[in-house]
């Protein structure tokens, strides 16, 4: 690695630290503590809000036992937005940058080389880290973006997405090998066995392929479910079935860490976009409201965390994007072990709620964003404006119920607002 890549690492933790000090109006100073957390961070795909009971939308949702408790020991956000699609999402994830600033807007999608991630950063920290699962940051076949490039330690999983869940090529720290056990289970006992292993703060991502299809019949030990006929023509029903039984192996993954390591982790679990059109449930989104789409059934997505924060009834309905969780988890990272004195910068997206997390109540952000492809979208607390590049644009009050039903765009009494948010989204892109 050249000395120059280094520094800007360095640096660029610098700034993410250093605005934080700034803004208490007080300099970082060395604070090293032996209790730096443990953060095991767990992604499924293609699974949206309308999949779980718990959110209180659909009568029709997996039965996730182990989230569910997650939720009720720590916090669930009814107001999180990650992107529409699997890659944009990771990549804003790993960077905390948008997709316009990451270089990640469409999938495929292929992570720049030379980008600095979130294993990297913590990795500075002092901590090990490891992904499992789902990679699909490697764009087109035949481009070579390996996880381990990015400093990622250890890497186990799947370049792209799964054809068979009980046959699928696994990579190892590049080594390819082909891999007979359910996907779901054997990403999950590959993280607790790495886990295990652990002597120092760790970071783990696993980042499961379920529910994404193909659409199949998971362990019948796994899951609830009565599954008739084909995955095809009881398809809602065996998708429900992957959502459970990647609910049963999270719980099998979180009762294998030592006692001593999962009291000292935060648990954050998070979809990477809503759930795919044909398999919404439509008493709570319109069919094109889902996956691939700026609606709210394509990016609101489930997001809790859990262990070593404070148990919350209530979010207090604050926004969270997917870009947050990079300052975040550096936030409660650290200890920062030197002196750092740096100006804000723009190279970071997200807004860290550390804060939050340990207790306060103040609001994380005024609006939030989410783009793709064609495409962004901008809301505040009650309004969400829709931006397409044909120039199509839109506007929807959330405030009744969070759903998009009627585009109040051409209202006069609501341009005002209408213009405050689409310049907000402007000046995101650098087209103020």
């Known amino acids: 690695m050249s000395r120059t890549f280094w520094l ?18 007080h300099l970082a100073e060395s604070s090293a503590s032996s209790t730096q957390p443990n953060f095991l961070i767990l992604l499924s795909d293609d699974m949206g809000v309308d999949t779980m009971g718990i959110y209180g939308l659909s009568k029709d949702a997996a039965s996730t036992p182990n989230l569910d408790k997650l939720a009720r020991q720590g916090i669930m956000f009814e107001n999180a937005w990650a992107t529409p699609k699997c890659a944009t999402t990771r990549a ?13 807007t469409s999938v495929p999608g292929t992570l720049p080389a030379g980008s600095l991630i979130l294993h990297k950063a913590v990795t500075q920290l002092g901590y090990s880290n490891a992904a499992f699962g789902k990679w699909h940051l490697q764009g087109r076949r035949g481009t070579t973006t390996n996880p381990n490039g990015f400093g990622i330690t250890h890497y186990e999983g799947n370049f792209s997405n799964v054809k068979d869940y009980y046959d699928w090529a696994k990579i190892t720290n590049g080594r390819e090998s082909q891999d007979s056990t359910y996907h779901t289970s054997a990403i999950s006992g590959a993280a607790a066995n ?8 760790w970071l783990a991502w696993v980042a499961y392929s379920a529910p994404h299809g193909p659409i199949h019949a998971p362990p019948s030990e796994l899951h609830s479910r009565k599954l008739s006929g084909s995955p095809n023509s009881d398809a809602r029903n065996h998708y ?6 990647m609910d049963t192996e999270i719980g099998r993954l979180i009762a294998e860490i030592p006692t001593q390591q999962r009291d000292n982790t935060v648990i954050i679990f998070i979809g990477d976009n809503g759930t795919p059109r044909r398999l919404l449930d439509r008493d709570v989104y319109r069919r094109s409201h889902g996956k691939s789409s700026l609606y709210e059934g394509g990016v609101r997505v489930p997001f809790i965390i859990s262990g070593g924060v404070p148990a919350k009834d209530d979010d207090g309905g604050i926004m969270i994007n997917i870009v947050d969780l990079f300052p975040t988890i550096l936030d409660m990272a650290q200890p920062i072990t030197s002196t750092i004195i740096t100006p804000h910068s723009s190279a970071i997206d997200g807004q860290s709620f550390a804060k939050f997390l340990e207790g306060q109540s103040e609001p994380i952000r005024a609006y939030n964003y989410a783009e793709y492809e064609d495409g962004w979208a901008v809301r505040d607390a009650n309004f969400k404006f829709i931006y397409q590049d044909d120039g199509d644009e839109e506007l929807y009050d959330l405030s009744s119920n969070g759903i998009e039903r009627t585009n109040i765009i051409t209202q006069s009494q609501y341009l005002a607002k209408a213009t405050e948010l689409k310049q907000y989204g402007m000046s995101i892109r650098g087209e103020r």
């Open 8 to 25: 800007l690492s360095i640096f660029v933790l610098a700034i993410a630290f250093g605005a934080r000090a700034l803004s208490q109006g």
């Open 240 to 245: 429900l079935a992957a959502i459970e039984a």
């Open 194 to 201: 790495w886990i295990k292993a652990q002597d120092k703060p």
């Open 92 to 104: 804003a994830l790993l960077t905390g940058q948008y997709g316009v600033n990451n270089g990640v």
